[in-house]
């Protein structure tokens, strides 16, 4: 895919995200936020893919929309009765977070005007997937490892933080 | 590579297509005469009480937590998968270790109850 293809599908794929971010940030109901968050993950999932990262696209689809988002609905529909509800999405410092959000547009052009952009001259890697996979289990073995006690920790810690306290 | 998922591209406008085809036909074919009979939910004849948006048990929020570290588990599991032709026996001892030691975290919560729905 090079050329006018991954200009055209980078500018739709681009255009959902940033509806979809938009959506977020206006909805008045907030389940209908979280499933706008879910369409805008999906759509920079094939924005990986476009540059040839499909593992991370996986990820991105199986992690974000997977877990992260679902974990979002889950903690509106289990804790509040907020489901049914419209909610008012700004308040009233206006003003404050359009001077803060200028600020911060002006920074971003400011540093995308002044970086070089330099193209690698490496060649693009096919099948990440497997590359990956090769080097995390030979190279990469014990932080692989690790990856798992890490998990594990996470495991225990959520389960002792959220599990309601009997002894 | 990235062409290959063109075809998927084309499978989700085809999907979005057939379903958004199917809901404006149908919104230009049929009559239009609602009242409050009609639109209410059906269900054998029962009359519904308040709305199908309610609050759930918090207990799902546990099996929720465990789940996100079992889909985290899930995206080295693809990988590994990927590769377990090639690197055969060093690859599975690594992996059954690698879910061993996250086991210990399900044996903890069943050992502490979370798995019991009480």
Known sequence: ?167 | MPEDYLWVALFLGVGVVFVAGGFIANWVARPSHPSDRKSSTYECGELPIGTSWIQFNVRYYLFALIFVIFDVEVVFLFPWAVVFNQLGLFAFVEMVIFIAILAIGLIYAWRKGILKWV
């Open chain 1, 1 to 167: 895919m090079e050329g006018i293809g991954q200009i055209i599908t980078f500018y739709i794929l681009a255009g959902i995200a940033v509806i979809s971010a938009i959506l977020v940030i206006s909805l008045r109901n907030l389940v209908h936020c979280v499933i706008s968050l879910a369409l805008m993950m999906l759509a920079i999932a094939g924005l990986y893919i476009t540059l040839f990262a499909e593992f991370i696209a996986m990820v991105q689809i199986l992690i974000y929309i997977g877990a992260v988002v679902v974990l979002f609905l889950f903690l509106i529909m289990l804790t509040l009765r907020l489901t049914d509800k419209d909610i008012k999405q700004t308040n009233e410092q206006k003003g404050i977070s359009f001077i803060l959000a200028g600020l911060l547009l002006f920074l971003l052009v400011t540093v995308l005007n002044r970086t070089s952009w330099n193209i690698s001259p490496e060649a693009v890697v096919e099948n990440t997937t497997s590359k990956i996979g090769n080097l995390l289990l030979t190279t990469y073995v014990f932080p692989f490892e690790l990856i798992s006690v890490v998990l594990l920790a996470c495991l225990i810690g959520a389960i002792v933080i959220a599990r309601k306290d009997k002894d």
